[in-house]
């Protein structure tokens, strides 16, 4: 995708943190934009930043977990612009703590969002991107916590490696329609990722134990526009990976060494 400007881009999450960057980017570049989020006042508000970029915006109140609300997502963007170019699966939350004490809410909250959210996302607009004969991209936000798994975070980590999964085979699965994937796996970045619990739906509050703290994260914080920006490179460029911390390079080797390590010392015997 050479240019942003007319296309139309839809952006999951996209009231806060890299959502909100992720769709004031687009807006930049002369994109129409869809904001999709739970929070109604933070997409308003978000919506609002990208008008004053001179082009439409459209807020719909979307809960990513809910199959049926994703659905309903395509339809008005598809009523109101007739066509979708770039597909952002990007809302996400977070839950902390070791896996043995994990509960049954926490796996249903964080696998519903993170993963059934791209899931819905997938499943609901590719179709008629398809059929739209346009090409386009998808970017579905994982993190570098689907890559490399860290203690404290099982629960994020399973959700975020299978986010990378699905978008190394959807990237080869796509190719033939002209649509582009990337995966967005950043260390951390300056949002409220860490205030998630905000956003967990009373039916998927834990009864008795608090979810444990969030854990600090190793290497630098950026900037939620300086990752965006990354992403708009990676999308023009169509690349899949977007790593963006260089920090990420050395656990990153660490465990692929690690697998070629299994290998051939079993070949040595
Ligand atoms: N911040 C980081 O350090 C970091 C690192 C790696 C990956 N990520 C990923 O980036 C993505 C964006 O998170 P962020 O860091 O900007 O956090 P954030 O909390 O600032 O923004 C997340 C947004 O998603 C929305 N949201 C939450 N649940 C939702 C749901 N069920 N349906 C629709 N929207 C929902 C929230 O209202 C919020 O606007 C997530 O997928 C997260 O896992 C973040």
Redesign the pocket.
Known sequence: MDSFKGKVAVV??????????LTLALAREGARVVV????EG??AAVAGEARGHGVDALTVR?????LG?VQALAERAWQAFGVVHVLCN?????AWGGLERATHRDWQWVL???LW?VIHGIETFVPRMIAGGEGGHIVN??????LIASQGLGV?NT??YA?VGLSETLAKDLKPYRIGVSV?????????????E??R?AALRNEREPAAPAVE?IGR??A?DAVADMVLAAVRRNELYVITHDEGLEPLRRRFERMQQSILQRKKG
């Open positions: 999951t999450g996209g009231g806060s943190g890299i959502g909100r960057a999709a989020d739970v929070d933070a997409m979307t809960d990513v977990s809910d609300q990007n809302a996400g939350v977070a519903g969002v993170n959210g936000t994982a993190s570098m916590a689907g994020y959700s975020k986010v967005l796996c950043p260390m951390g970045v300056e949002t409220r990722i860490r205030e998630s905000r956003n739906p994260l914080y950026l939620p």
